[in-house]
């Protein structure tokens, strides 16, 4: 994809990708740690020049799972809800069309169309919830 841009895919680039996917969900700076493993020389300027560029690819994709930095995970047709724990930090994913009625309700009556690969839901989990 990148070659068919114009683009090289360089060893940096590469390295970045293969931790986002590697890690499942990822800050850039949890990237940078499992990159600087590899390759000690690359800098965190590089992990979010390349993160963004890979997501207008279409590679990845980001949410905020929290206040800090946006989570990264790769794109694809398995788009996903973020469940969040506000106490345990526990991240689950659930099926998109579980929010199905209410992006249609959206769109119907707002002509607001839900990206869900971006929709993070917080809360407290069962486990917390329970105690």
């Given amino acids: ?3 068919s841009r114009g683009l090289r895919l360089t060893a940096q680039r590469q390295l970045i990708l293969e931790a986002v996917l590697d890690l499942k969900h990822a800050t850039p700076e949890q990237v ?9 020389g690359v800098n965190i300027t590089t992990i979010y020049r390349t993160l963004e560029l890979l997501e207008r690819l279409g590679l990845v994709t980001h949410t905020h799972l929290s206040h800090g930095s946006p989570t990264y995970h790769a794109a694809g047709p398995d788009q996903h809800v973020h469940l969040v724990c506000r106490n345990c930090g526990a991240v689950e994913e659930i099926e ?6 209410l992006a249609g309700q959206l769109a119907d009556q707002r002509g607001f169309l839900v990206d869900i690969g971006h929709v993070s839901l917080f809360g407290v ?4 919830g329970e105690k």
């Fill in 1 to 3: 994809m990148l070659r």
């Fill in 32 to 40: 940078h740690t499992a990159v600087r493993e590899v390759a000690a």
């Fill in 96 to 101: 998109p069309e579980l929010l199905g009625p």
């Fill in 125 to 128: 989990c069962g486990n917390c």
